[in-house]
């Protein structure tokens, strides 16, 4: 397979660059996520990396290559279709259902 050296910014990975396999269209992932052992023994965590341009050419700004940041959210991504139900923030509150005391 093909791999590319890919640069990583942020987090415990900042300031190296390691090969990168990538895939049939020639990127790498969009999220690299690297575990992390736990010192105590505990359970690993991850940490998460998101793809980036490094930059973009002059004429028809096209992508140069790709790079990491760090996610400090590390939420995993999801698809959004238009029919999914919209997200809902821990503290929204909920749908309430109306009682006998709304008339």
Same mark, same amino acid.
């Given at each position: +397979?093909?791999?590319?050296?890919? *640069?990583?910014?942020?987090?415990? +990975?900042?300031?190296? @660059? %390691?090969?990168? %396999? &990538?895939? *049939?269209?020639?990127? =790498?992932?969009?999220?690299?996520?690297?575990? @992390? =052992?736990?010192?105590?023994?505990?359970? *690993?965590?991850? @940490? &998460?990396?998101?793809? @980036?341009?490094?930059?973009?050419?002059? $004429?028809?700004?096209? !992508?140069?290559?790709?790079?990491?940041?760090?996610? =400090?959210?590390?939420?995993?991504?999801? %698809?959004?279709? !238009?029919?999914?139900?919209?997200?809902?923030?821990?503290?929204?509150? !909920?749908?309430? $259902? !109306?009682?006998?005391?709304?008339?």
């Amino acid at each position: +397979m093909k791999s590319e050296d890919t *640069p990583f910014e942020g987090g415990p +990975m900042d300031g190296r @660059v %390691l090969p990168v %396999l &990538v895939g *049939p269209t020639g990127h =790498p992932p969009k999220t690299y996520r690297i575990p @992390v =052992p736990d010192a105590a023994g505990g359970p *690993p965590t991850e @940490v &998460v990396y998101r793809r @980036v341009p490094r930059g973009h050419s002059r $004429r028809l700004g096209l !992508p140069l290559g790709w790079k990491y940041e760090y996610d =400090p959210t590390g939420k995993a991504d999801k %698809l959004k279709w !238009p029919w999914s139900k919209p997200d809902t923030a821990a503290d929204a509150t !909920p749908g309430r $259902r !109306p009682d006998d005391t709304d008339g």
